[in-house]
């Protein structure tokens, strides 16, 4: 994606040496790698995602609905798609969705992952025991929690203390809260192996170094782990925020979309669109509002964060 | 070689690649030629009853030279499945589905083989069905369904055990008598009515049939026809107040939302004695029957939805799915053996098969085998009712085209949980 950028950059390169650009550039690439070397990623790439991203903008520009041709629209399915009530609503609940996946899901992971790169007794065990959500399908595990939380025969009816009538998923609040800790079950796991290989790759001398100054464990961990993992944490974000955009099946098994539109975020709104109104002009549109919006907002990400420039915590040791 | 050149290039070779598939994709679903040899293809709702489509195709293999082959799409993809197939190479010769709006758009598209050839040529395809029946697969005059598996209207069950030990003799048979119940029940701290509200669909059963007794079955047909403002009338919105009343008497008690009839929940609220009634199609019978034998036969009650007072509907009026079609491809290549196919939907052989697992065909030879049906008295009470409607509403979700579907029960969850009034739901029913 360095493409769009590289042309302002050609003028600099001509007066010396950026960035450690090898002179030899289409001469003898003597034990550099040339295009050739991407040549199989990057047709596997255009195949899979271009090309049907390209499709995608063509059809969202069309009315289809899957019978005969495409017709062409024109702006059609963008002047609708921008007046639907419901489309706007589907943006705020799914940045509500990736704000509150993150706020519950990083601290967690985080204490979980330094807690299992050390070396306690049964840490291997309930390591392992508490991986299993991830081996499961989110299929699987929202029939799951459904069953759980039928209200007549599954926990709120044995807890009404926390579930009161037990319409959990009946209210916006209680589907959404429902939503949210089920995102937790199944990922934080996942998010807890980053920062478990993360926190296993902090040098021990750091520690020693600290104790010597008499840090205890909360200050180390405040002052050694939390800086070395930044590196991780941009990466377990970035992934949430693209896990949270494209979260459906959840959605889909657990609550429907529902109450009424309570829970439509994005990505389920696009599903509804083409295959059950089988609108397809539109959701491809919604389809590429999701495409820009995650670029953007993991371009943020890697640029407001330095991720970009790939500096290592490690420097000097 | 320029890197960047060659980006670009790549670029627009993927764009001109992605184009052309998109026409590609656009310029399929011709060519009788292309299908497979001495093969008919049917596109199936997968579920327990395909056993039956199975033998009946065994029979009709058997002996003939072109074979058909029973493809079963799992039933919740089913319509997003068929719609992505019809109109392409690989569309299904034959395919299954409800008549009315789910073939509606395939026939705007023309899709579909009108039928009335076949029917010219072997009158009992028509002759052979409940004409009530026969009429949903119609459309702009022309036959585009053969009746196939079974009639399926929504009923009223409940539980007897329940309504015995809260005094409540018969079940109801007026509005009134109703309201009445729902109060005993309530009273009791038992909720009156099972609603699996999430599922949506089981909702929008109350309001088919408030509307059809209040305002009798033209208005909707009306609706159907375009003409939005009948929605605005005065008997569509006595048809809401009642349906509030309903709901604000605590009818369906406070978590209807988060139930499901399809994870069995609501069944089981029926079942355990939870809740005194349900408003659920014929298949609860099957359903409550897969779960507890006995109390299928025993405790399960039934009866027809009551009829309401000054109301415009015919108390004998139903709703519910009318039947289940098989229709055609324009393309197949082989009509001839599908027409003979088809024949098999009314023989002896399908009619006795379907009623042995619980199903109900509506042709005229059914009634002689009422008797050897898995519960003869539930068959022959459903068998009566569908004989007896003067009409027989489709479920109003399939009897638009599916574009309107998300639309229509998104709007009637949303009135029974209170988030839109009378007014929204009038707005939202005039969108589509």
Redesign the interface.
């Known amino acids: 994606m360095t493409t769009t950028l590289a042309p302002r950059r050609r003028p600099a390169r001509q007066g010396g040496p950026t960035k450690g650009r090898p002179a030899s550039r289409g001469g003898s690439s003597v034990g550099r790698p040339g295009f050739v070397w991407a040549l199989p990623a990057s047709i596997f790439f255009a195949l899979f995602a271009l090309v049907p991203l390209l499709a995608v903008a063509v059809l969202s520009f069309t009315s289809w609905s899957g019978l005969g041709d495409p017709k062409f629209v024109g702006l059609k399915n963008w002047e609708a798609l921008f007046e639907d009530p419901v489309m706007l609503q589907s943006l705020w609940l799914s940045l509500l969705f990736i704000v509150l996946g993150i706020v519950t899901q990083t601290p967690l992971s985080i204490l979980l992952g330094v807690w299992a790169a050390g070396n306690q007794r049964n840490r291997a065990i309930l390591s392992a025991i508490y991986f299993v959500p991830l081996l499961l399908s989110s299929a699987a595990i929202s029939v799951l929690w459904r069953a759980l939380l039928d209200p007549n025969f599954g926990l709120p009816g044995q807890m009404s203390w926390l579930f009161g009538d037990g319409n959990v998923l009946g209210t916006q609040t209680g589907a959404i809260a429902v939503l949210i800790f089920v995102g937790m079950w199944q990922f934080t796991p996942f998010h807890t192996l980053i920062y478990q290989g993360a926190a296993r790759q902090i040098p021990p001398v750091l520690y020693q170094a600290a104790s010597i100054d008499g840090a205890g464990t909360v200050r180390q961990f405040f002052s050694i782990t939390l800086p070395q993992l930044k590196n991780s944490i941009i990466t377990s974000v970035i992934l949430m925020v693209v896990g949270g955009l494209t979260t459906f099946e959840t959605v889909l098994i657990l609550t429907n979309g529902g109450p009424g539109t309570g829970t439509t975020i994005t990505a389920f709104h696009m599903y509804q669109e083409a295959f059950r109104r089988f609108d397809f002009g539109t959701g491809s549109a919604i389809a590429l509002v999701l495409v820009v919006i995650s670029t953007v907002i993991s371009f943020a990400v890697v640029r407001l964060s330095g991720y970009d420039k790939m500096r290592s915590s490690l420097e000097g040791l | 070689?320029n890197?960047?050149g060659?980006?670009a290039r790549?670029?627009a070779g993927?764009?001109a690649?992605?184009?052309g598939?998109?026409m590609a994709g656009?310029?399929g679903g011709n060519g009788a030629a292309s299908r497979p040899e001495n093969e008919i293809h049917i596109a199936m709702y997968g579920d327990a009853g395909n056993t039956v489509e199975q033998k009946i195709i065994d029979t009709f293999n058997a002996t003939s030279e072109v074979k058909v082959v029973l493809d079963k799409i799992p039933g919740a993809e089913y319509q997003?499945k068929l719609?992505?197939i019809?109109?392409t190479p690989t569309a299904p010769d034959i395919f299954f589905n409800w008549g009315g709006g789910s073939i509606k758009?395939?026939v705007d598209?023309d899709?579909l083989l009108p039928l009335d050839d076949f029917i010219k040529e072997d009158p009992q395809l028509k002759d052979a069905f409940l004409p009530s029946v026969f009429e949903t697969a119609v459309i702009d005059d022309k036959a585009y369904g053969i009746p196939m598996r079974g009639t399926q209207p929504v009923m009223l069950f409940n539980n007897s055990k329940v309504l015995a030990d809260a005094g409540i003799a018969n079940p109801p048979e007026t509005w009134e008598e109703l309201l009445e119940d729902v109060k005993i029940l309530k009273d009791k701290g038992i909720t009156p009515i099972a609603l699996g509200?999430?599922d949506?669909w089981p909702t929008l059963m109350w309001v088919e049939y408030v509307y059809d007794r209040v305002a009798g079955e033209g208005l909707f047909k009306k609706a159907l026809e375009g003409d939005t403002s009948v929605w605005e009338s005065e008997e569509s919105r006595k048809a809401l107040g009642m349906l509030r009343e309903l709901v604000d008497a605590g009818a369906f008690?406070?978590?209807?939302?988060?139930?499901?009839f399809t994870?069995g929940?609501s069944p089981?609220?029926l079942a355990s004695g939870?809740a005194g009634f349900e408003l659920m199609g014929s298949w609860e019978y099957s359903t409550q029957q897969s779960s507890d034998p006995a109390f299928a036969a025993d405790v399960l009650g039934y009866s027809e939805f009551p009829k309401i007072e000054g109301g415009l509907g015919n108390e004998d009026n139903l709703v519910g799915n009318t039947n289940n079609f098989y229709s055609v491809h324009k393309n197949t290549r082989y009509p001839e053996a599908v027409r003979d196919f088809l024949k098999l939907m009314y023989s002896d052989q399908f009619v006795q098969e379907q009623v042995g697992i619980g199903n109900l065909p509506t042709t005229t030879n059914t009634e002689k085998f009422l008797d050897k049906a898995a519960d003869p008295e539930y068959a022959k009470f459903q068998f009566n009712l569908v004989k007896e409607a003067p009409s027989f509403q489709l479920s109003w979700d399939q009897a638009y085209p599916?574009?309107a579907?998300?639309t229509i029960l998104?709007a009637v969850?949303?009135f029974f949980?209170g988030?839109?009034d009378e007014d929204g739901f009038i707005k939202a029913m005039q969108s589509l």
């Not at chain 2, 008690?253 to 499901?260: L, W």
């Open positions: 070689m890197k960047h060659w980006v790549s670029l993927g764009a690649l992605a184009l598939l998109t656009c310029s997003s719609q992505t019809i109109d758009n395939f598209a899709l509200g999430a949506r008690g406070t978590n209807f939302d988060s139930v499901k994870d929940g089981a609220l939870k599916p574009e579907t998300v998104t969850s949303q949980s988030q839109i």
